[in-house]
């Protein structure tokens, strides 16, 4: 698993409209990237509408989102359309992204252990340094976790600027 201070792995993925997104394409902006299993299910369904339902806010705070996932380009579209989610989601078909950054492997589901894609969040800087993780996602209230993490993250930065203009 990545930590915070890593620079991100190089990745390069299309998102649903077929423009590829990549480390070097981002470089310059911040953004969150969340990692979840599939379009569509419900889990995934109640964490891309609550990211959805604070995206604007993350927005005016400088930041883009992308989803990613193992599904294709078509269904990224389909689930977007659907819950009018208003940002990217990520194609990772291969899984390289998600074991790069990873989010791939053992974990609990219903009382069982499988293997699949783990709902983590990173948060990146202009210079694709991570500044944040969320490695425990709340499905329904990920978008609160998302803008909170924002919001503390500007509060830490304002306070060192202000103790260090005595």
Known sequence: ML???????NFK???QQGKVISKESLLGSKYVVFFYPKDDSPGCTKQACSVRDNSSKVIQH???IFGVSPDKEAKHQKFID???LGYDLLADTDKTMIEAF???GEKKFMGRV???VKRFTYFID???????IITKVKTKEHGNEILSAITQE???VEQNIAGSSY
């Not at 930590?3 to 792995?9: H, K, M, S, T």
């Not at 202009?126 to 944040?132: F, P, W």
């Open 3 to 9: 930590n915070i201070g890593d620079q991100v792995p």
């Open 114 to 116: 499988i293997v699949g």
């Open 13 to 15: 993925v299309t998102n």
């Open 154 to 156: 500007i509060e830490t």
């Open 126 to 132: 202009e210079s694709g340094t991570i500044t944040h």
């Open 82 to 84: 659907k819950y009018e």
């Open 62 to 64: 400088g930041y883009q």
């Open 102 to 104: 990873g989010a791939w």
